[in-house]
């Protein structure tokens, strides 16, 4: 369990030491991994308000170091995953996902599970921090939109629906496009298009609804 007040500052600055002084990369993924499984599926947003820490409070350097861990770890496929219910799945067995940072994030905000929704402007805090820390790698920013794509086009993998994977892509692709922006500004324009996209595909569905079955009646 957290304590009632964690020190997330501390717990930081032991993330970054990690990802800043050990000798390898694959040593340095290690650490990574062993912070998120001591910490379980439980408290994995733990380890995301950690990652977001470092993405608002972070200095470059920081910065860099943890992002540049985040590419080895997206290229070895170790990126620290937590579960998340898959789209539609009742509380049963193999009814969740494995998702890295920024995938539980989009998930938690646009379909959450049993502990109820990220709200929009938890999302967007925190999704702004944790691609703007992404983004100081640009190898890590293009590995990660080529995951998000992939995502957005498997259709039949179970963890998103078709409105999520809508706006997964136009959230890829804005981040794609962003090279050679500031990490912020890049970060906030794809944040930005995963919102438009999601309240986008949302619209369409309700529009859909009332062509198919039309308006109800007024009482």
Known sequence: MLRAEP?????????????????TQDERVRWLERLCLSLGDALYPAF??????????????AQRAVAETLVHALESGRIPSGRHAAWGAAEYVGG?????????????????????????????????????LVSHSDTARRLYCTKLLADAEDPLGGSWSRR?????????????????????RAAAEAVDAFLAALQQAQGDTLASMVSQWGTPPLR
Do not use: K
């Not at 539980?104 to 703007?132: E, K």
């Open 7 to 23: 020190d997330w500052s501390s717990a930081a600055e032991v993330l970054i030491e990690g990802c800043a002084h050990l000798p």
């Open 48 to 61: 995301l308000h950690v990652l977001c820490r470092i993405g608002e409070h972070g200095d470059a350097d």
């Open 96 to 132: 969740s996902r494995a998702m890295g940072p920024i995938e539980y994030l989009c998930a938690w905000h646009a379909q959450p599970d049993a502990r109820g929704p990220l709200s929009a402007t938890a999302f967007d805090r925190a999704a702004r921090a944790l691609l703007g």
């Open 164 to 184: 999520t994977r809508s706006a997964l892509r136009a959230m890829a692709e804005r981040w794609r496009n962003a090279g050679g922006m500031p990490p912020t």
